[in-house]
């Protein structure tokens, strides 16, 4: 059942709880389809948004951006629709998910979307927090439907776990793109830097992608033996435990991506570890300035520092299928969606192992029967 009042957790300011109430979503459109939420990843990025940490949150705001659910209604226009022909096989009852991005501007004179570039479109429409075209706002996955383009929304493959599936919808594609992008693969040594939600997968996407060598680089060791034996990282770096580290492995990497959210990350010392001509990807996104570097870190190896956001529909299908062949499946924690508040809380103190994922409360006692 579709209506045009739909339901979920909102936020109306930067440090009240989230309350379950009422919100209008954007106008159903003929290329839009409508699905009923089952889950939804909690990424750090909702924390950011929540508390209004890069720029004023354009409240009331539904985040969540790592969502799950089962098609409940199509758009008129979605079987024919010109731009998204891997959406027109998309049914109702299918299993899709839905990402980081909800609309960009497709227009025939846009570079990024002719290129098939979406999410470098400088008209981008994230799936929460956001305007679209009609100036209606859009609204996420902490909620019992999502309505938006069916250009955005992903079918699941059938041997992905829901909830499993959901934090690769951002997470897993903010790691795999920059991966992908700079030739991680056999004969490449990755640094992946912060073992968190993103981290971890991103030692899981490296190693499935046939790194040599994939050192997972941590505060402290407390993290250790989940990245080694459990997610196979072929070394562990604690940068706040490890003395001299920086000089001890300098020049060991070829690429490096950085998911650490904090202003004072050592980039410098991150830089020493790149071998002549490497790549540094910035994923993680501090709420201040990236600290300075000085000019020699760069001019002495011919590295290059660089970012990368989310991923296009074309990268986040082609990860989809590599975590389906190669059963990359994430850490979880299922939580009750009517738990989020102490979840967000637990998501901000680092307590995740390694994403939390809301389960909308029905499905969560379903499957305790
Ligand atoms: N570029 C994109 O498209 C994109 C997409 C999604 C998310 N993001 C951003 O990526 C960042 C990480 O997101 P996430 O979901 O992976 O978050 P997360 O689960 O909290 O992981 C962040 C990790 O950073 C490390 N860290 C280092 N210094 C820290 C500090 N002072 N405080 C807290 N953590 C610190 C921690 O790893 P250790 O304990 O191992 O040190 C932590 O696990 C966020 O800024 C998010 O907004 C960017
Ligand atoms: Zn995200
Ligand atoms: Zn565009």
Redesign the pocket.
Known sequence: MSSDTFQGWVAHDATSPLQFTKFTPKPFTPSDIEIRITHCG????D??TLRSGWSATDYPCVLGHEIIGVVVRIGSGVATLASSPASREIRVGHRVGIG?QSMSCLRADCEACVAGKE?YCSRITGTYNGRYQDKSKSYGGYATFWRGSAHFAFKIPDSLPSAEAAPLL??GV?VFRPLKRYNAGPGKAVGI?????????GILFAKALGCSSVI?????S??RRDAVEGLGADGFIA?DEDKEWARIHSRSLNLIIC????P??PLGKYLHLLKVGGTYV?????EGPLPGVNAWSLIQKEVQIT?????SPDDIREMLQLAADRRVLPWIQKRPMSEVNAALAD??S?K?R??YVLVNDANFNEAKL
Do not use: E, F, W
């Open positions: 909690i990424c750090g990025t924390v950011h980081a999410n951002c997470g903010t830097i912060g073992v968190g939600g993103l981290g971890h997968l997972a680089i941590s505060r402290t407390s993290k940068t998911t650490v959210d904090a004072d990350l910035q994923v993680g996104a501090p970012g990368s956001n989310i991923g998501m901000d680092g995740a390694y994403r």
